[in-house]
């Protein structure tokens, strides 16, 4: 997948640089008359964009992985000693947000409704997804570009954008063992696998490494980002190399070894385990994220894949 800054004039108008600005999204136009400075994040991943810019949420929902104030390691310099509040993930607290008085609240990645959207934006001004995605799908570097022009900061968003694209493309040429190897990012809920299909985040990223995502997951999917199958048809990861959304403990619990044993990825060593904080990093996908992927995924998925 090839990303080009010119697809963002969609929502960029001739006047990003200043203020007031108007940006489109699913519910109708957010406008921002002024440079925020209480900026409160709902989504579940857009906090790390925001504090890319410097700017320090003053509220910041939570997702998992018990991190201080919902801030991973790589990102826990930039939010330095500021105490957001931590919001829940499942039920947003609209009185508590509201007595912060934010300038504005962002929401990229929350999922948010229509009804859920017009509570917010009675509070502040409220940046929801854009048309023309599901839930949950928005490009890293949309989400970046978006965020960084709701804060006033359009053309750092743009070198951001720019200055990553140009490391994976640097990866990904330094990698040729990736090109054409088949993957799939798989996961057990519940006891029962299943693998994200090839619109999900974490797929395109090995896409854009040079992984290829097969089409089986994708049928079986449908419009879905994810499918999920009973380990009898566990044979569906049977793939050059299988990146588990997981450690390899929790994996092994998971999973009936009398199927997952039986597979050639298995046997031949073809399974690499996120464990929990680089599978962080996969999941909030973004920005800042990704380069601690580059630096701690990447590697490993080299090692496997050039081993007989």
């Avoid at 006033?152 to 954008?161: L, P, R, V």
Wanted: hydrophobic share 40%; charged share 20%.
């Amino acid at each position: 997948m090839k990303w080009i800054l010119g697809f963002f004039t969609l929502w960029i108008s001739s006047y990003a640089l200043a203020f007031p600005i108007n940006i489109e999204h699913k519910y109708g136009t957010l406008t921002i008359e002024q440079k925020p400075l209480r900026v409160v994040s709902v989504g579940f991943s857009d906090q790390d964009d925001i504090l890319s810019f410097g700017i320090k949420p003053i509220a910041i929902r939570d997702w998992y992985g018990n991190q201080p104030y919902g801030v991973w390691p790589w990102a826990q310099k930039k939010l330095g000693d500021s105490k957001p509040l931590l919001l829940d993930p499942n039920l947003l607290d609209y009185e508590a947000i509201a007595a912060l008085k934010p300038d504005l609240i962002i929401g990229l990645s929350a999922g948010m409704n229509k009804k859920e959207y017009q509570k917010l934006n009675a509070i502040a001004p409220t940046l929801a997804q854009p048309q023309g995605y599901s839930n949950w799908t928005i490009p890293w570097n949309v989400r970046h570009l978006l965020i960084g022009q709701a804060l006033g900061f359009t053309e750092q968003a743009k070198a951001h954008i720019q200055s990553l694209q140009n490391r994976i493309e640097t990866v990904k040429k330094e990698h040729p063992e990736f090109k054409g190897k088949t993957a799939a990012v798989a996961f057990y809920y519940n006891k029962q696998p299943g693998a994200y299909a090839s619109k999900d985040l974490r797929s395109q990223f090995l896409i854009d490494l040079g992984f290829v995502i097969p089409n089986e997951i994708d049928q079986l999917a449908g419009d879905a980002f994810y499918a999920s199958f009973s380990e009898e048809r566990l044979d569906l990861l049977n793939n050059d190399i299988v990146v588990w959304l997981a450690s390899e403990k929790s994996i092994n619990q998971a999973s009936t070894a009398v199927f997952r044993t039986r597979m050639p990825f298995y046997k031949n060593k073809k399974e690499y385990f996120t464990g929990d904080i680089v599978g962080g990093a996969f999941s909030l996908f973004n920005y800042l994220s990704i380069q601690y992927l580059l630096d701690e995924m990447v590697p490993e998925l080299s090692k496997i894949t050039k081993t007989e």
